[in-house]
């Protein structure tokens, strides 16, 4: 089932624009993963509106500072980046609708859309409409979404995406107006 623009704005009012440069690349994207259903497009939307600001992001907000979190340490460490200060925090800084962040996130994005590790030398091809979006889709597919939103179990999505429950009023704000535009009927 394809979403129209007018539809993506409804979910989202504050893409404005970003409507329409988002809509093709989204229904490729949820196709190509199955997210094919009212209520697993209705999750899906709800949550990379908010991780992308309401498609207004594809790049982690922050300065030198911000981002050196991922570039020393056990975070750093945990995403595959080397533990010197070399500039892997900003290099694989959250990109996508659903911020792929990582050296080793970015590995394997970039073996699942590309089958070579193209992500390693470009990340920035992940703030492009296209593998924005196809980057959300796959992230979504390897944690089993579908089937958390197939159950409605959008706390748990949240925490799979997010790691805790920050922005859960925002993501249910735009899940409820997903869920009225998608007509997914309440169970």
């Known amino acids: 089932m394809s979403i129209t623009e007018q539809q993506l704005q409804r979910i989202m009012p504050n893409a404005r624009r970003q409507a329409g440069v988002f809509v093709s690349a989204l229904n490729t994207a949820m196709s190509n993963r199955k997210i094919d259903t009212p209520k697993r ?49 900003q290099r694989y800084r959250g990109r996508g609708l659903i911020q792929i962040t990582g050296h080793d996130n970015y590995l394997r994005c ?16 992940l703030e ?21 939103a197939d159950q409605e179990q959008f706390n748990t999505i949240t925490r799979r995406i997010n790691g805790g429950l920050n922005g859960l009023e925002d993501r249910l704000q ?14």
């Open 41 to 89: 497009q209705a999750a899906f939307l709800a949550q990379i509106g908010h991780e992308s600001g309401q498609l207004q992001y594809v790049r982690e907000l922050g300065g030198d500072q911000y981002l050196s979190k991922y570039d020393t340490g056990t975070l750093a460490a945990k995403l595959g980046n080397t533990p010197v200060a070399d500039g892997d925090g």
């Open 174 to 187: 735009l899940w409820a107006r997903a869920r009225a535009v998608l007509c997914v009927s309440s169970t």
């Open 128 to 148: 492009l409409p296209q593998w924005a979006a196809e980057s959300a889709a796959w992230f979504w597919s390897i944690n089993g979404l579908n089937a958390l």
């Open 110 to 125: 970039s073996l699942a859309l590309f089958g070579d590790e193209r992500l390693l030398r470009t990340p920035e091809l």
